[in-house]
Nanobody, 124 residues
Framework: QVQLVESGGGLVQAGGSLRLSCAASGGTFSAGMGWFRRPPGKGREFVAA????????NYADSVKGRFTISRDNAKNTVYLQMNSLKPEDTAVYYCAGSVFLGSAPTNPDDYAYWGQGTQVTVSS
């Protein structure tokens, strides 16, 4: 059974940076992975995704140019580097594992595994 565990969340001032990590355990995770978030009082939204080989990435328009997704398959870990953070980036961030090898899905229905989430709070 694959388990995903996020880390790296916290409180940061606007303009600052954070790096989220998501470690997969319970076996080698050979598929696309993504990050989603749930802002306070809002629904879940797509943030970024990366294919297994790293050759395909997708980003939400709201984070393009500020966030970078990457992965280290030897460590079974995916990262989300978040720069130039804004108060509207405040949310619980979730790591997700898809069932597709070569794609970087943006639809949460394409993901079968989810982490518990890590809180990111950006103060103004």
């Amino acid at each position: 059974q694959v388990q995903l565990v996020e880390s790296g969340g916290g409180l940061v001032q606007a303009g600052g940076s954070l790096r989220l990590s998501c470690a997969a355990s319970g076996g080698t995770f050979s598929a696309g992975m993504g990050w989603f978030r749930r802002p306070p009082g809002k629904g879940r939204e797509f943030v970024a995704a990366i294919s297994w080989g790293g050759g395909r990435t997708n980003y939400a328009d709201s984070v393009k140019g500020r966030f970078t997704i990457s992965r280290d398959n030897a460590k079974n870990t995916v990262y989300l580097q978040m720069n130039s953070l804004k108060p509207e980036d405040t949310a619980v961030y979730y790591c997700a594992g898809s069932v597709f090898l070569g794609s970087a899905p943006t639809n949460p229905d394409d993901y079968a595994y989810w982490g518990q989430g890590t809180q990111v709070t950006v103060s103004s």
